[in-house]
């Protein structure tokens, strides 16, 4: 079956430090893969997406490419702010099971 | 876009009791999803909510523990039954309005189980 791994948190960082927060992914078939961010008290927000293998996702100053080689979709930024402090999952969908697989999310802790 | 709301935001219950959660979305949208997402561990898909039909259910959810409503495009309800302190949970309502992997999610129902 589908699963995703992401790194364990939480992930503290000082403001304007360099952001990596590791994804891998097992999946048949061929899976679009996403973040997903939750900030605090409010519900889960689609961050950034890529459909096929080389594809880089890209948004408010995040990143991520899809690795098929590796099966991975490392989600990174070069410059985090105070306002980055969220929960980040991880997440694949593919056709086959037509749904969500998401991660078990890292929470990412900015302070000044 | 969508904007999902869920009520209540949070509730604690006693065991035996059942809790009815609902979901509004701010516009029409094709599909609507359950999630549960028990502390420390991922969301997991409870199932779709199919607008004038039966829900359909992931393996390991039962429509006798966890019915579903879905009278239109725009509001759904999931009701816990008979609950036990292992149904604690945040519940999440998703909705989409193409395809289903681009989902947009409520803020979450939290809930105690004593």
């Known amino acids: 079956g589908n699963s995703v791994t992401q790194m364990e948190g939480p992930v503290t960082l000082s403001e304007e430090a360099f952001l990596t927060i590791n994804c891998t992914y097992t999946?048949?078939?061929?899976?679009?893969l996403f973040w997903y961010v939750q900030y605090p008290g409010e519900g889960l927000q689609l961050l950034l997406k890529a459909t096929k293998a080389d594809d880089k996702g890209s948004n408010k100053g995040f990143e991520a490419t899809y690795r098929k080689e590796t099966t991975s979709f490392h989600l990174e930024k070069g410059s985090v702010q105070v306002s980055d402090s969220a929960v980040y999952f991880c997440a694949l969908f593919t056709g086959t099971a037509s749904k969500l697989t998401f991660g078990t999310g890292t929470r990412l802790q900015v302070t000044l | 876009s969508a904007v999902i709301s869920q009520k209540p935001s949070r509730d604690i219950c006693q065991r035996g009791t059942s809790l009815t959660i609902q979901c509004q979305v701010d516009?029409?949208?094709?599909?609507m999803f359950w999630y549960r997402q028990q502390p420390g561990q991922s969301l997991t898909l409870i199932a779709t909510?199919?607008?004038?039909?039966?829900?359909?259910?992931e393996s390991g959810f039962v429509i006798d523990k966890f019915p579903i409503s879905r009278p239109n495009l725009t509001f759904s309800t999931l009701t816990v039954s008979n609950m036990s302190p292992e149904d604690s949970s945040i519940y999440l309502c998703?909705?989409?309005?193409?395809?289903?992997?681009?989902?947009?999610f409520g803020p979450g129902t939290r809930l105690t189980v004593t």
């Open positions: 909510a199919n607008q004038g039909s039966e829900a359909t259910y």
């Open positions: 999946a048949t078939g061929y899976p679009s």
């Open positions: 516009s029409q949208v094709t599909m």
């Open positions: 998703s909705a989409s309005a193409g395809t289903s992997y681009e989902q947009y």
